[in-house]
Structure formats: structure tokens, C-alpha cells
């Protein structure tokens, strides 16, 4: 009976690790869904965007099962590293100072230059200005280095909320994501330089998950050779081809 | 790999006439654009907020009266419990309650997985920044389908509204079950009850009038801080409100629109304010029949208005 019954349960464990074994290749991608054309929300209430096509073919390539998980960008890094999913995918630009928290893959786009939009026909001095960003982004960080005031707020529409009530005078983001704003709305426009900021955008993993991200890393370059990357940066218009 | 013409995959929508939005105008348009997926999802959001306060409400008042019974225990230790329960949630600030508590919560249950599924596992659980647990251990399993990360990020949520709101509920109904005059309890006793007896006979039914005022401030407040739902993931009506109120530029949608954020936060209001009326008229109902027959100022009245 005793054989019998350590029998069942030395049975009971293998077969739950094989079960994990077995389906621990489902990944979750964790993104924002807010910074079109990146990341967002179609009408049909579904990831969508640049960042969807490159993932789902991504995933294709790694041979991985993935589920699209959506996140609010202040903690989208403490939930990446306290495991409530396994990458992050959400237009994050690789920097020094986020590669101590997690790990990047190599940059799946060209550094994107950063641009400032304001009212139409107004010109400004950026040291000068007040300054709308995303919270936590390299351009909340550059506006605080220039010395320039600095209106955090915690996803991009509102961003561009500050500019059209006049709380901010310009709001600085990466061009791919104004453009559309710019060539659609009469009353906004570039209103200074372009300026580069980061190293690109990078998909982001935890620092532990080191084999999960070669699969990554190998399967965007893959992308890279074969040109199916560039044909989606075209498609999605997010900045230089590689 | 064959991309897709449009960036957009096009759903099947309710109205047949839905299929060219570009071309519809004025009720045609609006009865399109209010039925998208992304619309559909907004209203199953408010059933989220509804299910929420139907659970969490019970579990909290349940969570209240454990702990309003242990703080009145005359056991040191269960006395000890349910003083330190009330004071440290009540003293914690709720936003920062939410985002410690929860994610330690979850850490914890895993890390309890963890040790009784894992036991051959031989790194660090803390790597750094990095909280690494065994793939069994995860919860929910990383190969749950989405839906139970959903429910298991509800279920979260409504346990830490209940144990923050439990705490209050606690405070008010201690403080409840001491404003039950004294003389009632004296009469239980002189009729031989015992301890248990006169709390559960006399003592209880009548401080639920005491109790309902500090009660029904907790059930408005519990209303509206639904949003904090966000900050456990669920994503809530004022998360989809800001997300479908936003500026839509027509390269990413059919229905493009400007900045609709106030009319969609002032559906919410309409909503708010609707519930909380009927709350309070829910309660002054119930407020009613706890009064009836009791020996307060309102059960006086009653009695006399009778008379």
C-alpha cells in the first residue's frame, strides 16, 4: 500500500512537471496599449500596432506560444520583475539606467528621434519652456536634465492634453508618435529641433530570464536578415529602416 | 509572411451596416462607433465594479465583525490580533496598502507553492532585483489562459478591499457594539444568559442600528474607490474611459474623434451619482427596520408616529 501510494504521487509529480515542461514555452508579453503606433487598442479592444506584428511573428519564429498582456507604464518594470509577465514590448528605449533593473534584447528600431509639439506657428526655446512627458521615459529624463520645467503625466494622451489646454507649452515624445497628432490636428505642430535620445527600442526581460531572451535576441536578428523587420517599420512608419 | 492590407482587421460588428464606417453619419455613425469591441468591453467593465462590491462587500463586513469580535475578546492573544488588524490598516495609507500589499500577497502565496512543490530547487528565490520562483509554483501557471490571470487578479483585489475596508468596518462595529446601553445587557444576564448567549441574542441584533451610519459611509467611499482597481491590473470604467475618451487619430481607428475624455468621465458621474442615490435609498430603508422597536431616539419616533 505504502509503495503503492508513493508510487501514485512520485507518478503525480512527474506528470506536473511535464505539464510544465511542456507548456512553460507560453509567454506573456506585457505592453502598454496607449502610444500608437507602437502599442495600442484597436477597435475591437485587441493589442494592435507595430509592436503586435513584430511580437506575434517573433513568437512565431522562437517557436513560442504568447499572450499579449496589458499594463499601466509606471509599473510596467516591477511587474516584469516580479513575474506577472515575461517580457516587456512597449516602445521602451534601451538605457543605461533601465539595463540595471532588467535586460534588453538588441534594438528591434532605429534610435527614433524625439520631438517637440506645440500650438501651430508658435516657436520655442526648450530650456525655457514648460515641458509636458511621460513619467518615467528618457524624454521626462532629458526635459529634467536640460533643466527645462518638467509636467510628468502618467500616460501619453495626456500628454497632449497639457499642450492643448495650455498647461504646457510643447510636449516632448518620440516622433513616431506625434507625427500623427501634427498632420491631422490644424492646431499643433513641430515647434523646435529634433533631438536623439536612447538606443533604440529593445524588447525588456528579467535579468534571472537570460535564456529566454537569446531566443529573442536570435529571432530578431533573423528579422533584421531577412528584411521582414524593415517591411514592418515601413508599414507602421516608426522611424529609419536597419 | 503575408501582411494584412490594412493595419486594421475589421470585426464582425452587430449593425450589418457597420462594415463601411468611413461612410456613415450622425445616429448611424454613433450606434456604430458605441458598439465596437473596445465599447463592449467597456460595459462588461462596469459589471466588473458591480461584482466587485457585491463580493467584497460582504467579505469586508464578515472581516469587520472578526475582527471587531476579537478586539472585544477577553483572550489576550485574539484581543491582541484584532487591535493590531485595526490599527495598522487603518493607520496605512490605502494607495500604498494596494501596491505593497497585493504584490507581497502574491509573493507570498508563491513563495508557499514554491516551498512545498519545488524542493529540489537550489537557486536564490530573490536574484536581485528579480523575485524567481519554479514554474510549477507560479500563480496563476505562466500557461494559464488569460482569463485566469484576470479572475486570479480579481480575486486579489477583492481580497485586499476587504481586508482594508474590514478594518474600518471593524472600528465601527466595536464601537457599535458598545453603544448597546448597558441596562439590555444587565437584563440578559439577570435572566441567567451566558456570555455567549447575551452576545449573540441581545448584543448583536441590537447594535446593527448603531452601526449602520459608520457602515454606509464605508459603502459610498468603497463605491468610489473602485478606480484603485487599476493599480491590481483589473482594468476597471475609468480605466476604459480614459482609454476610449482619448484623442483617435484615423490611422488607427475607423471612428476617429477628438478629445472625448469629459463626456465619457461624465457618463461616469451620471453612473457614481445614480448608484450612490440608490444606495441611500437602500439604506434608509434598512436604517428603517433596525430602528423599529429599539430604544434609540429613532425607534421612540417610530413608536409614536404608530401610536
Keep these: 500500500m505504502k509503495l503503492f501510494l508513493t508510487g ?11 505539464m510544465a515542461a511542456s507548456h512553460s514555452e507560453t509567454v506573456r508579453l506585457g505592453t502598454e496599449g496607449a502610444y500608437p503606433p507602437f502599442n495600442f487598442l484597436n477597435d475591437a479592444g485587441e493589442v494592435d500596432g507595430f ?22 507604464w509606471d509599473s510596467i518594470i516591477p511587474n516584469l520583475v ?14 543605461d539606467e533601465r539595463e540595471e533593473v532588467i535586460d534588453f534584447t538588441q534594438n ?13 506657428g ?6 525655457g519652456a514648460v515641458i509636458a512627458a511621460q513619467a518615467g521615459t528618457i524624454q521626462a529624463a532629458h526635459i529634467a536634465e536640460i533643466g527645462a520645467t518638467l509636467l510628468e503625466f502618467a500616460n501619453p494622451e495626456e500628454t497632449i492634453g497639457a499642450v492643448r489646454d495650455g498647461e504646457a507649452d510643447a510636449v516632448l515624445a518620440d516622433k513616431s508618435f506625434l507625427t500623427p497628432y501634427a498632420e491631422e490636428s490644424a492646431e499643433l505642430d513641430f515647434v523646435a529641433e529634433d533631438i536623439l535620445l536612447g538606443g533604440g527600442i529593445g524588447m525588456g526581460f528579467r535579468e534571472s530570464d537570460a535564456e529566454l531572451r537569446a531566443k529573442f535576441d536570435a529571432a530578431i536578428q533573423s528579422m533584421k536578415e531577412d528584411g521582414s523587420l524593415n517591411a514592418l517599420i515601413e508599414k507602421w512608419d516608426v522611424g529609419e529602416t536597419f | 509572411m503575408g501582411l494584412p492590407a490594412r493595419p486594421l482587421r475589421r470585426r464582425a460588428a452587430i449593425f450589418s451596416y457597420c462594415a463601411e464606417p468611413e461612410l456613415l453619419e450622425g445616429a ?19 459589471g466588473t465594479v458591480l461584482l466587485l462590491l457585491a463580493i467584497t462587500a460582504p467579505v469586508a463586513l464578515a472581516f469587520g465583525f472578526l475582527g471587531a469580535m476579537s478586539a472585544r475578546s477577553h483572550i489576550f492573544p485574539i484581543n491582541w490580533l484584532g ?15 494596494f501596491l505593497f500589499f497585493v504584490i507581497a500577497l502574491d509573493q507570498g502565496f508563491e513563495w508557499l507553492r514554491h516551498q512545498a512543490l519545488c524542493p529540489g530547487w537550489d537557486q536564490p528565490i530573490r536574484q536581485g532585483n528579480d523575485f524567481v520562483v519554479c514554474d510549477a509554483a507560479k500563480l496563476p501557471l505562466g500557461t494559464a489562459p488569460q482569463w485566469v490571470h484576470e479572475t486570479y487578479g480579481f480575486l486579489l483585489a477583492v481580497l485586499t478591499f476587504a481586508i482594508v475596508f474590514g478594518a474600518f468596518a471593524a472600528n465601527v462595529l466595536f464601537g457599535a457594539m458598545r453603544a448597546v446601553p448597558r441596562a439590555q445587557i444587565e437584563t440578559a444576564e439577570a435572566y441567567g444568559m451566558s456570555r455567549r448567549q447575551s452576545f449573540w441574542r441581545i448584543l448583536v441584533p441590537q447594535m446593527w442600528v448603531y452601526a449602520l451610519p459608520g457602515l454606509s459611509n464605508l459603502w459610498m467611499v468603497l463605491i468610489k474607490a473602485t478606480p484603485l ?8 470604467i475609468v480605466y476604459w474611459a480614459r482609454e476610449l475618451g482619448g484623442t483617435k487619430t484615423p490611422r488607427f481607428t475607423d471612428y476617429p474623434h477628438g478629445d472625448w475624455r469629459m463626456w465619457y468621465f461624465l457618463a461616469l458621474l451620471v453612473f457614481y451619482l445614480g448608484f450612490t442615490k440608490v444606495s441611500e435609498v437602500v439604506l434608509g430603508r434598512v436604517m428603517q427596520r433596525l430602528t423599529f422597536g429599539q430604544a434609540t431616539a429613532g425607534g421612540e419616533a417610530q413608536r409614536k408616529a404608530a401610536a
Design chain 1, 51 to 72: 509592436e503586435r506584428e513584430v511580437g506575434d511573428e517573433l513568437c512565431a519564429r522562437a517557436e513560442l506560444t504568447c499572450e499579449w498582456v496589458t499594463n499601466e
Design chain 2, 83 to 97: 487591535r493590531t488588524y485595526i490599527a495598522i490598516v487603518r493607520g496605512v495609507p490605502d494607495i500604498a496598502f
Design chain 1, 122 to 127: 508658435t516657436e520655442i526655446d526648450p530650456a
Design chain 2, 229 to 236: 482597481l487599476f493599480l491590481l491590473g483589473v482594468e476597471d
Design chain 2, 28 to 46: 448611424r455613425w454613433l450606434a456604430c462607433y458605441l458598439t465596437t469591441g473596445k465599447h463592449m468591453a467597456f460595459y462588461a467593465s462596469f
Design chain 1, 108 to 120: 528591434y528600431t532605429q534610435p527614433d528621434p524625439s520631438s517637440y509639439l506645440g500650438m501651430a
Design chain 1, 8 to 18: 501514485t504521487a512520485v507518478l503525480a509529480l512527474t506528470a506536473s512537471l511535464a
Design chain 1, 82 to 95: 516580479s513575474g506577472n509577465y515575461d517580457a516587456i514590448i512597449a516602445g521602451m528605449s534601451i538605457t
